[in-house]
């Protein structure tokens, strides 16, 4: 089987390490990059993080920097969620190996420039650095062949009334995205808070003995009690599903659909809007991903996690 060459973007942040995880398990994918985003926490929170989880997981692909900030709008954090590091809770390994020379945008554009077959990317952050991708090298755009985002939501928010946290943060790099012709598929907070892990799977997670597992066990144990305090009824695990909605798609109830980003509403900045009624008379232009097997996502957890039973680093 010929491996899909992927680039990891995101601010991690817990669920997208976990994404990370998923991504690195699988044998369907041969990771190219890692970037990071302003995001979460602060670019260099993030990019700390990043390197730290490469190192976690034998990730060797290159590591660069991303966006400092959105491109237009003021960057919010999300330490409620993610604690003051953006990855609160177990200790991690030191970095095994230097950050890439090259901005993310570069180290993005090299990679796809190079690759023989189609890039995915796979953007579990504010969209920024792929908006600045396309600005920066429109060549590289017909060689990626799908972008899969957790992003956005076609019927709530979690960030205000009606903007999720990522699309929100920089909604002008979502616009350029979705209105860019590439493949786009959306996790939306329609699947990814169905995508909820609550504490009595946790036991199975730590159950399976392995490091990774025990640090998966212990980003959980942390990150359900912001969201339980709130109202959920444990964590809902959102970036994973940009990956697994590639992986596994029977997993999944997807539908394509016509979806903008609302750019100036008062209530509404950050919004994505989508077409289920065809009034807007346009074509679909995003699989939106809607609903997910949430015992499937879990089994599907534990599978992967056994993927690291024979690694173990120093911390
Ligand atoms: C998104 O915001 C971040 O806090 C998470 O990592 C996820 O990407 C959910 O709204
Ligand atoms: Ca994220």
Redesign the pocket.
Known sequence: MDKIPVILDG?P?H??AIAWVFAKASPKFDIKAVTSVA??QTIEKTTINARRICALLGIDAPVARGAVKPMTADPVT?GN??GDSGLDGPAMPEPDQELSELPAVDLMAKVIRESETPVTIIA??PQTNVAQLLIAHPEVKDKIGKISI?GGGVTHG?WSPAA???IFEDPEAAWIEFHSGIPLQMCGLDVTERAIIRPDDFPRIRGIGNQVADIVAGWLEFFYRYPMEIGYDGAPV??PCAVLSLTHPEIFKMQDLYVDIELEGEYTRGETVADFIGSSGKRPNVTCVLDIDRDRYIDLLVEALHAFDCREVKI
């Open positions: 601010d942040g669920d997208d995001g979460n999300a969620w993610h579990t952050g957790m979690n999720e946290f990522n959102h970036d």
